[in-house]
């Protein structure tokens, strides 16, 4: 089995003990869609798309089990190393990678790193995209734009 087939099948055991379907299921295309986005900004900017589809399917685990977003991104990157360990499916360096993104997504008004960057671009995609009668959140603005026009849309 591959390493994003089986990080998948771990979160889906996680977001499986959710008990409301509605906020389960919302959890579930989120992750995924961030994922599936992850894969194509990663592709386009030449990144590895593995590793920053594994830290999307990881990004908001955190606060998915515990129901909180207090400081989900630091919090979420100290949970996604534990399971990273738990499982052995990334190196240290691919771990330290995923876990960066994690820890930094929330930051959209601030450049990190490239693969930082992909998560943090692949969620604004999928706040501004999955639920078009939203209005795009005033911090995500600027990013979406960027993205729009990277992306010809």
Same mark, same amino acid.
């Given at each position: 089995?591959?390493?994003? !087939?089986?990080?998948?099948? #771990? *979160?889906? &055991? ?17 992750? #995924? ?5 992850? /894969? ?8 590895? /798309?593995?590793?920053?589809?594994? %830290? %999307? ?17 630091? $919090? ?11 499982? !052995? ?6 771990? !330290? ?5 994690? #820890? ?13 960057? *992909?998560? !943090?671009?692949?969620? *604004?995609?999928?706040?501004?995209? #999955?639920?078009?009668? $939203?209005? *795009? $959140?005033? $911090? ?11 992306? &010809?849309?």
């Amino acid at each position: 089995m591959g390493r994003l !087939k089986e990080l998948r099948k #771990y *979160v889906d &055991g996680e977001l499986n003990r959710m008990d409301d379907a509605d906020e389960r299921n919302s959890a579930i295309a989120h992750l #995924y869609g961030v994922s599936f986005a992850t /894969t194509m900004i990663a592709r386009k900017r030449g990144l590895d /798309t593995e590793i920053t589809s594994m %830290a %999307a399917m990881l990004h908001d685990l955190h606060a998915y089990k515990t129901g909180s977003y207090d400081e989900h991104g630091h $919090k979420g990157a100290k949970l996604a190393r534990e399971i990273l360990d738990e499982l !052995k499916l990334t190196d240290e360096a691919e771990t !330290k990678l995923i876990c960066s993104a994690i #820890y930094h997504h929330s930051d959209k008004l601030i450049t990190d790193t490239s693969m930082d960057e *992909v998560l !943090k671009d692949a969620d *604004v995609i999928h706040h501004c995209m #999955y639920d078009l009668s $939203k209005t *795009v $959140k005033e $911090k995500e603005q600027a990013r979406f734009e960027k993205l729009r026009t990277e992306f &010809g849309i």
